[in-house]
């Protein structure tokens, strides 16, 4: 059950904008992909599941199987929106992993070099590869990472999540005024708990607590923030990360 009625009080029109969005096939990522087919874009996602031809048929995208901790993969996705649609305007770096929940302590190697290369890794990747796009057709442009609460408070029982997602902020802010001169903007996004089958249904009365609105978000909450900072109602922000968490950082 949704904790709040969906309501769309902006609709964005991307022109035949063109997106590439990793971890798209699913979550925060098949959100945003579908809230940017509803504005005229065009899109394309990227992910690690078998499963992303069947979606991107499903929604009326395009899709492609990709790996984002190897750059040819990653690669492949640029290259396959550039083929099927002549130019790449957007990006959104959605794909992550949770990882086990170890403090430091407990951590092992294996963990921590797992989620670090999926959630932070896999992100620089995604930027670098989508501006390098960018800057080839004479610049301009726009990528949003997917952060996390957690990447602005720590979460102390998942070192190697609160590590990576912390990286994705300070990264975001390196990202965002490297290539702002030539019109590349870079934010990200930083999400509460959210409401999707991840999270148990015994654990969300829990989370409801530690969120000031007394509630976790839905995935168009964060979608449409997401689209928000690929628009152009947005095009003097650039290196933000932007907490949609129902208060939790403030407190």
């Known amino acids: 059950m949704a904790e709040v ?11 035949g904008k063109v997106a590439l969005i990793t971890g798209g096939a699913s979550g925060l990522g098949l959100a945003t992909a579908r809230r940017l087919i509803e504005s005229n874009a065009h899109v394309v996602i990227a992910d690690y599941s078998d499963k992303v031809y069947e979606i991107a048929e499903q ?29 790449l305007d957007l990006g959104v770096a959605s794909a992550g992993i949770g990882g ?22 896999g992100v620089m990747l995604t930027d ?8 080839k057709q004479g610049g301009g442009g726009a990528i949003v990472n997917l952060a996390s609460m957690f990447g602005l408070v720590a979460v102390p029982s998942n070192v190697a999540y609160s590590a990576a997602k912390g990286g994705v902020v300070n990264m975001t802010k390196a990202a965002g005024t490297a290539y702002a001169a030539e019109g590349i903007r ?3 996004v930083c999400p509460g708990v959210i409401n999707t089958p991840l999270v148990p249904e015994a654990e969300k009365a829990a989370y409801r607590k530690a969120h000031p609105m007394q509630r976790i978000g839905e995935d168009w909450e964060v979608a449409c923030i997401i689209a928000f900072l690929l628009s152009d109602d947005a095009r003097f922000i650039t290196g933000a990360a932007l907490p949609v968490d129902g208060g939790y950082t403030q407190v």
């Open 186 to 188: 870079v934010n990200c």
């Open 128 to 135: 670098k590869l989508c501006i390098q796009q960018f800057r």
């Open 5 to 15: 009625e969906l309501r769309r009080t902006v609709k964005y029109d991307f022109g």
């Open 59 to 87: 929604y009326g995208l395009v899709g492609i199987k990709c790996n984002v901790t190897k750059e040819e993969d990653l690669q492949k996705a640029v290259d396959l929106a550039v083929e099927k649609f002549g130019h």
């Open 100 to 121: 086990a929940n170890n403090a430091i302590g407990e951590e092992t190697l294996e963990n921590w070099n797992m989620v670090n290369n999926v959630d932070y890794t």
